[in-house]
Nanobody, 124 residues
């Protein structure tokens, strides 16, 4: 399994932007489909975005569509989540996930490697 480390979280005002990064090691990154999930206090972890291992397919939760963009840089073994127009309800711990040869994954069971998470707090 690949090891994943998230970064880029922090405190931002509503309407602001953040870019999360997830650096992978221990595997051939270009073969991995990647996803972002988030978990707010007292809530279950939920899907945010996914990008297939070929990079040709992306998908987003309805709540972030049009505001968040997932991308990958295989040369840097990194997946990104650009978050714009942030809202207080985006406050959560954001997790990166991976699975080899995954084209599309919206559920936790689609992934077998997880990072430790990075906290995003959006103030109103």
């Amino acid at each position: 399994q690949v090891q994943l480390v998230e970064s880029g979280g922090g405190l931002v005002q509503a309407g602001g932007s953040l870019r999360l990064s997830c650096a992978a090691s221990g595997g051939t990154f270009s073969y991995y489909g990647m996803g972002w999930f988030r978990q707010a206090p007292g809530k279950e972890r939920e899907f945010v975005a996914t990008i297939g291992w070929t990079g040709g397919r992306t998908d987003y939760a309805d709540s972030v569509k049009g505001r968040f963009t997932i991308s990958r840089d295989n040369a840097k073994s990194t997946v990104y989540l650009q978050m714009n127009s942030l809202k207080p309800e985006d406050t959560a711990n954001y997790y990166c996930a991976a699975r080899m040869l995954l084209n599309f994954g919206r559920t936790e069971n689609d992934y077998d490697s997880w990072g430790q998470g990075t906290q995003v707090t959006v103030s109103s």
